[in-house]
């Protein structure tokens, strides 16, 4: 993970995870005109004997994110809201 892109938020890590909509074609073409999908990776430390948690969300969105950017914001966003129980029937604790 790049540590550019690593943001610490109420003791735990946000990871942003941003991959074009549509993959490489067989010929290696990329399609960044076509958007970007985003999921994002949050992380909590390993402390004393409680063992280090990592789970990944995807961001729910009607149509893929205009650029990366975009894309970014939205999963800090995302996790951020999580994080804080603003989302309703998910938690970043249970599985």
Known sequence: MNDDTTRTYRGLGIYPLIYPHRPRG???ARHPDEGFDASVRITRPQQGA???????FRIPAVKPFDGSGEARLASTSYAERLIDGQIEGISFAAP
């Open 26 to 28: 067989a010929d290696g």
């Open 50 to 56: 409680a063992p280090a948690l990592s789970r990944v």
